[in-house]
């Protein structure tokens, strides 16, 4: 089994037997496509939620609305189908506490409901959102079985 790493604002697929993970979700959010019966999956690592927002945006995968599209271009030109694919989420944590209705405290949110607005607009069922509380996250997909496990500090490993 190959082990397929996704950075931040980065993204990729992977295809059984192997598994695709990525390390420190914070506010960011983890976003995984999988087509059960393919075994192909695909995840993102959106830091942001909206691209129109920011100029020069160059990295499409920074952002859950350019991310989402651009990993489902990629999980269907590998052979899913869209009719099958179930959608898992994870992270959007709030990281610091920060004073006042600032929206840098909001980012965690702004990012987990950007990522169920686009899933929700491209009619991909949302299967596992596990995110917003406080604390970091690392998610593994392993395309054999469609298992999402989320590790965090302190915490038993959550598989869904």
Known sequence: MNIIKVGMADLNICKSPDMITTLGLGSCVGITLYDPVTKIGGLAHVMLPDSTQIRNNTNIAKFADTGIDELLKRV??????????????????????????????????????????????????????????????TIELYCETGELHIKAVGKPEKVV
């Not at 944590?93 to 209705?101: C, D, H, P, R, W």
């Not at 607005?117 to 959102?129: F, P, Q, R």
């Open 76 to 137: 269907l030109a590998a052979g899913a189908n869209r009719g099958r694919l179930q959608a898992k989420i994870a992270g959007g944590a709030k990281m610091f506490a920060v004073s006042g209705s600032s929206d840098m405290g909001r980012i965690g949110d702004r990012n987990a409901e950007a990522a169920r607005t686009k899933l929700k607009e491209l009619g991909i069922k949302l299967l596992v959102d596990e995110t917003g509380l406080n604390f970091g996250r």
